[in-house]
């Protein structure tokens, strides 16, 4: 069983930056891809973006450019520095993990059913 536990969300200005956090159990985090999705309630999770156990990196076409996934697999934590918010970005964002040992299907790093662990989520709020 894996734990993951986001943190770091806010209120932010429009323009402005944060980043995001997210602490997972185990120890074979280096092991683990991880993602970073974002939903709305009543809405469909939106892959924002992944980085693998080999460290490449996958990002959606609204983040690119501005937001940046990185990890730290001595901490077993996953990071999302987001900058230049904006009012489109508020919602919930959700840390997943795969893991190895996965009995699912391997899909493209921006399918949520590539991943079998999630956090609850942390809350962004961009104000303009």
């Known amino acids: 069983q894996v734990q993951l536990v986001e943190s770091g969300g806010g209120l932010v200005q429009a323009g402005g930056s944060l980043r995001l956090s997210c602490a997972a159990s185990g120890r074979t985090f280096s092991s683990y891809d991880m993602g970073w999705f974002r939903q709305a309630p009543g809405k469909e999770r939106v892959f924002v973006a992944a980085?693998?156990?080999?460290?490449?990196?996958y990002y959606a076409d609204s983040v690119k450019g501005r937001f940046t996934i990185s990890r730290d697999n001595a901490k077993s934590t996953v990071y999302l520095q987001m900058f230049n918010l904006k009012d489109g970005d508020t919602t919930g964002y959700y840390c997943a993990a795969r893991t190895p040992w996965t009995l699912r299907r391997r899909n493209g790093p921006g399918d949520p059913d590539n991943y079998d662990y999630w956090g609850q989520g942390t809350q962004v709020t961009v104000s303009s």
């Open positions: 980085i693998s156990s080999g460290r490449s990196t």
